[in-house]
């Protein structure tokens, strides 16, 4: 009697499972679309709405444009002066995280071996960087580089991103530094090897995936930052993309079709990027994540 009533319930379970299992996948499948489609959504649209005039844009501002409107894109490249300030980007961004990186990665070195007792407050005190607001030392770095003749330069930029560009660094890089494997850099002193020579060839190299992702979020962030420059990169031979982009937005009336294209433009290298590095950028997060 007992095999009579288990066998029928046997099929029916089975079937239970592959229901729960197919509601799961499609309620993942479903979660996966509705977040690509929340970030994809605001790209197509800034691409769409880059070839539109102002009046089309404001007729029919999410339909395709019935004119394409490509001049948009040398219009900016003039008007907005892409010419100058998308070199200017290029070169703040690129020397303030390249520092900025390899900086961090010297502090969270030291600071990973612990061999002090004030590391974990040095740590702490690092990390807290993140908590300060730009708009609080603005103020005070506007003093200090007129002081010392760097205001209206790039390097009034430079200088401080590489600040500010420490706290999140050190916050990634510790962890990833305290998991090294000591016994190979205490091989490698054994061999002779000096300070200098473990941390460039032994320290960076294993550090690699945690680099690029310091250097990333870094990056995009120092990329898109628009209040330091507007206040600092007065002249417009040192100006940066956003606050070029801004010269189209009036009072009184806004070139929607030039702003739309011009962030474009200063969207393009950064996706290209992170396309690029994206791998890297996965597994270094996670390395952060496991090891620290």
Known sequence: MTNMTATPTAPLQRSQGSLGL???KTARTAVLVIASLWVLGPI?????ASFKSV??????????????????????????QLSLTLPNTIIVTTVAVLISTILATMIAYG??????????????LFVAGLLVPVHAIILPLFIVLKAVGL????????????????????????????????DLINAARMDGATEW?????????????GLISVA?????????????????????????????IVSFI?????????????????????????LLMTRQFQSGLTAGAVKG
């Open 151 to 182: 205001f209206g330069t790039l390097l009034a930029l430079i200088v401080p991103y590489i600040a500010m560009g420490l706290p999140l660094g050190v916050l990634v890089l510790t962890p990833i530094a305290a998991a090294l494997p000591r």
């Open 216 to 244: 990333i979020l870094n990056g995009v962030w120092m990329w898109n930052e628009f209040f330091i420059p507007l206040i600092l990169a007065f002249k417009p031979e040192v100006q940066t993309m956003p606050v070029g």
């Open 22 to 24: 197919l509601l799961g």
């Open 55 to 80: 009046p089309e844009f404001f007729i029919n501002p999410f339909g395709l444009p019935a004119d394409w409107k490509v001049e948009n894109y040398s219009r900016a490249w003039t008007d907005a």
């Open 197 to 209: 020579q473990i941390f460039w060839r032994i320290v960076m190299p294993l550090m690699k995936p």
């Open 250 to 274: 009036g009072a009184y009336s806004t070139e929607w079709g030039l702003v739309f294209s011009s962030v474009t433009v200063s969207t393009l290298p950064v996706v290209i990027a992170y």
């Open 44 to 48: 197509l649209f800034m691409v769409i």
């Open 111 to 124: 600071l990973s071996r612990k061999e002090k007792k004030w590391a974990m407050g040095l740590y702490t």
